[in-house]
């Protein structure tokens, strides 16, 4: 499955089961002027983040079969969990009901 298909697959089950989750769009796009606009001001933001139905803060990255995590985006999720948010990997919907959403 393509990550554009986990993305949106993932997006709809966890809206489905009532969490509130926002789509982020991190990287860059070239300007008209040759620049370079950053879409976020922190690497490695996942893909969602937004709060379960029960409040606790959550952050999704959905990757393909054999996406890696970059380690702007492992230092993130290290940072996210300490601070007690959820953070989970989703490369289909069962990592998402694994992880008890």
């Given at each position: 499955m393509a990550e554009s298909e986990v993305v949106r697959a993932c997006?709809?089950?966890?809206?489905l089961r009532?969490?509130?989750v926002v789509r982020i769009n991190g990287g860059a796009f070239?300007?008209?002027r040759g620049g370079?606009?950053?879409c976020?001001?922190?690497n490695g933001t996942p893909d969602f983040m937004g709060v379960t139905l029960d409040g606790r803060p959550l952050a999704v990255e959905a990757k393909s079969g054999k996406g890696r995590m970059s380690e702007s985006q492992k230092?993130?999720?290290e940072a996210w969990v300490k601070r007690c948010?959820?953070?989970v990997v989703a490369r289909n919907i069962?990592?998402?009901q694994e992880a008890g959403l």
């Open positions: 997006r709809e089950y966890l809206l009532g969490h509130f070239r300007t008209e370079f606009m950053r976020t001001d922190t230092a993130f999720r948010g959820i953070f069962e990592d998402l």
